[in-house]
């Protein structure tokens, strides 16, 4: 074992650990592929894609596919859409995870615990589109409960698909109430780490609950809770893109609310076939969301390395 | 200290561990309840019969006298569109989730030995992955085009076959196994793969019952690249497949090729949530399989370290 602080040769390194690298290579291999070539990918937002020519052999277009994309004047909106949806669900879902967290973690009796914790990870287990079926049970105007219960009480049937700001509720209710669940696990995991005799001296020197879970719970949270916040401002520019197309449903009328930048992205590639401007599109994202992480770690690297993610 | 805990379990409870507690249940059971009532109204509603369902819509509470099984009879009668999805979905999300799996865990071994001195090196080699990415086109391209993904299985399988967020979980569970493991294995001589097989993997069920679950997830509920690169009807994904279903006319046509059946009297929108049942139901049931290791497993480390 090599225990000296001196660098270890290359070649000492390959022939003691070549096995090790062996066990890596699959997945540098993926992420080689999957990941790295992709990024190369990234040229063709400056060239005019032609079928024959490919992703490398294109003629060049200079800046005209961002042209385009400024000229379509729904850059600005979908980036907003993005950036305040995404906002919403960092805050909110930190405030739903870690309260439901430490409300679980008080909780004495252990029955109600497990079967609520079971019932709250149930909306984490299905897909989007199920989640799309559910919301054309509960809002669709002539056959959804929502509507059926509406009119029953004397009121007024609401027609969700024609509201273009109740979609903002609607969203964020729903990516609340699909993450809660696993989202409070992970909080869980962190308090069940904790150290217990903490608590236990707390509570012989006279400490409330209320006192014990403002002092001692949060805080202790803390680095729980830097880590996903970081992880979600990395995602700051990046929509859920299953949430957004099988919810909304490619409703034009709807868009102003609900376009995020990858539903739009989606839209140029698929739709309209237009690989040089939907590129362009993806790579204003890619980079946007790069200097966010960037200067976000940045900082809580400067205030204190330990919650850094890197 | 020890007698001092059991001492303050046994203890009644004070009046604020009292409020706490009816502020938890109330609040719990609130967020508890509206996270199940929409699956309870999917469920009654693939129960209800078609004429009830057009006449009132779909029902907030169960009733005797709309009770139908035909969308469900349907489904059975002419399986064969359904049971295609299924065999796909379940292939896929069998393969896939062995093979992300064991992806997961191996890289997350090799990147939790302290003896091996390009750890940091390679994990930021994955890590930088997650920081910045080409985007959807390219990523599209090099599917289609340079690997052939349309129609093929590869194309359900491999885009979600590495998740270096796995990756990462299975990195910081393994690096809280104790080191002499490996080094006495060494010792032995015995190689890195067998101790990782025989040694590290037996140690690892927590981990791998929370990387399985995540795995199975993610294969079960893809739509995304079924919707990308799939066209033949043979190959569909059972979410694919529920997808389609729901947009109303679409849904007509297929339900009417593959049963013959007229199609004023297909009952379509109970089968919209029969087949939601169908597709949700068998990954649900997983949950409580791997529910007592989930806590264990799922512990967030840093990427440095």
Not at chain 1, 78 to 84: D, F, G, W, Y
Not at chain 2, 253 to 274: D, Y
Request: charged share 15%.
């Amino acid at each position: 074992m090599e225990k000296s602080k001196t660098k270890t040769p290359f070649m000492k390194v390959i022939k003691r650990h070549w096995l090790l690298l062996l066990m890596l290579l699959p997945s540098l291999l993926y992420v080689i592929i999957f990941s790295y070539v992709p990024m190369t990918g990234i040229i063709l937002a400056f060239k005019k894609y032609q079928y024959a020519g490919g992703i490398y052999f294109s003629p060049w277009n200079g800046l005209n596919n961002f042209k385009a994309l400024l000229i379509s004047g729904k850059l600005g909106m979908v980036t907003r859409n993005t950036l305040l949806y995404n906002i919403a669900f960092i805050t909110l879902g930190v405030l739903f995870e870690m309260g439901s967290a430490i409300l679980l973690n008080e909780l004495f009796s252990k029955y109600f615990k497990k079967i609520t914790q079971s019932l709250m990870f149930l909306p984490y287990f299905i897909s989007w589109v199920v989640a799309g079926a559910i919301m054309y049970n509960i809002f669709n105007y002539e056959k959804g409960v929502f509507n059926h219960v509406l009119t029953s009480l004397g009121g007024n049937a609401f027609d969700l698909y024609n509201t273009p700001s109740a979609w903002i509720i609607v969203i964020i209710f729903l990516k609340i109430w699909k993450q809660t669940g696993y989202g409070s696990v992970v909080y869980l995991a962190a308090i069940t780490g904790l150290d217990q005799e903490m608590f236990e001296a707390a509570s012989i020197d006279g400490a409330s609950a209320w006192q014990k879970i403002r002092y001692l719970t949060i805080p202790s949270l803390m680095p729980t809770m830097m880590i996903l916040v970081l992880l979600g401002i990395g995602n700051i520019f990046r929509g859920d893109f299953g949430l957004f197309y099988q919810t909304v449903r490619s409703s034009a009328l709807l868009q102003p609310t609900t376009d995020v930048i990858d539903t739009y992205v989606f839209r140029l590639l698929i739709d309209n076939g237009d690989i040089g401007v939907s590129a362009a599109a993806s790579l204003y994202q890619s980079v946007l969301c790069f200097i966010t992480i960037m200067i976000s770690n940045g900082l809580v690297k400067k205030a204190n390395p330990d919650y850094a993610l890197y | 200290m020890t007698n001092q805990v059991v001492i303050n379990k046994r203890r009644r409870l004070s009046k604020d561990e009292l409020a706490v507690n009816i502020v938890g249940v109330v609040l719990i059971g609130i967020f508890a309840l509206i996270c199940v009532i929409p699956f309870y109204l999917i469920i009654i509603a693939s129960f209800t019969s078609e004429t009830s369902l057009i006449r009132n819509g779909y029902p907030l509470l169960p009733s005797i006298e709309n009770f139908s099984l035909d969308s469900y009879k349907l489904s059975l009668k002419n399986p064969i569109a359904i049971l295609k999805a299924y065999g796909t979905t379940i292939g896929v999300t069998v393969v896939g989730t062995f093979l992300s799996v064991l992806l997961a865990t191996m890289t997350g071994y090799v990147l939790s030995r302290k003896d091996f001195p390009w750890r940091n090196k390679f994990a930021f080699f994955y890590f930088f992955t997650t920081l910045f990415n080409g985007g959807l086109v390219p990523w599209y391209l090099l599917c289609v085009r340079y690997l052939n993904f349309k129609n093929s299985f590869a194309g359900l399988i491999l885009p979600l076959m590495f998740s270096v967020w796995n990756m990462i979980i299975a990195k910081s569970f393994m690096s809280g196994l104790p080191m002499e493991i490996t080094e006495s294995a060494k010792i032995d001589g015995a190689n890195d793969l067998v101790i990782f097989a025989k040694l590290i993997i037996p140690l690892s069920k927590p981990l791998l019952a929370t990387l399985s679950l995540f795995s199975a997830l993610a294969y079960w509920n893809d739509w995304y690249n079924c919707m990308l690169y799939v066209t033949d009807e043979n190959k569909f994904t059972l979410q694919y497949y529920l997808q389609r279903l729901l947009g109303s006319a679409e849904a007509m046509r297929i339900v009417a090729e593959k049963s013959g059946i007229a199609l004023p009297s297909i009952p379509i929108e109970s089968m919209k949530m029969s087949m939601t049942v169908i597709a949700t139901g068998p990954i649900v049931l997983l949950y409580p399989f791997v529910q007592r290791y989930f806590v264990k497993g799922l512990t967030i480390g840093a990427v440095k370290g």
